[in-house]
């Protein structure tokens, strides 16, 4: 039972567009939710949260948007650059410590 | 000031063998989690541990695993009697630890583990 979802393994988008990364989850209790990226052979490294009161949380080219009634989030990036490309997760959580995460969503920005 | 560090990178075990895998967190921080990653899967939440307390445990295998943060050094996963399927990256995070949600975990490089 998979509570986090990121539905597409990977999408690839030209320089100076929006890249549109998308998670779904099931758990209600789900409070709080993270993005991480991550590089080949590298830990994740935190990018965006939200917390469940707000629907918008925008931190420079990063947007974090959230539907509670669809339990969807999306992250916007704008405009991508090559260095976004990575891996990104999705994470949510619905206590101190204890996050889960999707599976993650390739992204490749194209020169 | 240095990040969450990991020992070894990569680790090679044949069945049976233990595992130990180390990780010290970033200065200050008091609160560490363990995660591992199958290949082409996400982070899976395995445990979280204070200084000489385990916090949350659900996430561990019931048997031959076990993990610890002691007072002084880093915490340690103990994977013993490995087996194939233990292959996986394991990542460690740590936080600053006001022990609330909102707290950013910060993750170091990870271990690599393979069973032969």
């Known amino acids: 039972d998979q509570q986090v979802k990121q539905n597409s393994p990977s999408l690839s988008v030209q320089e100076g567009r929006i890249s549109i990364l998308n998670c779904d989850y099931t758990?209600?209790?789900?409070?709080?939710f993270l993005w991480y990226k991550k590089y080949p052979a590298e830990g994740p490294t935190f990018l965006i949260s939200?917390?469940?009161?707000?629907d918008k949380n925008e931190d420079g080219r990063f947007t974090v948007f959230l539907n509670k009634s669809a339990k969807h989030l999306s992250l916007h990036i704008v405009p991508s650059q090559p260095g976004d490309s990575a891996v990104y997760f999705c994470?949510?959580?619905?206590?101190?410590?204890?996050?889960?995460f999707g599976d993650g969503t390739t992204l490749t920005v194209k020169p | 000031n240095a990040g969450v560090m990991q020992n070894p990178r990569h680790l090679v075990r044949r069945r049976g063998q233990e595992a130990r895998l180390r990780c010290s967190p970033m200065?200050?921080?008091?609160?560490v989690y363990w995660y591992r990653q199958l290949p082409e899967e996400g982070l899976k939440f395995m445990v979280y541990?204070?200084?000489?307390?385990?916090?949350?445990e659900s996430g561990m295998p019931k048997e031959r695993f076990s993990a610890e943060f002691p007072k002084e050094g880093p915490s340690i996963l103990r994977i013993q009697q490995v087996v194939r399927g233990d292959s996986a990256a394991y990542f460690c995070?740590?936080?600053?630890?006001?022990?609330?949600?909102?707290?950013?975990?910060?993750f170091g490089p990870g271990t690599r583990l393979t069973v032969l």
């Open positions: 995070a740590s936080s600053p630890g006001a022990g609330v949600i909102t707290d950013t975990q910060y």
């Open positions: 758990n209600s209790m789900f409070d709080y």
């Open positions: 939200i917390s469940s009161i707000k």
């Open positions: 994470a949510a959580s619905a206590q101190a410590g204890k996050s889960t």
């Open positions: 200065k200050g921080h008091s609160h």
């Open positions: 541990l204070q200084k000489e307390n385990i916090i949350d």
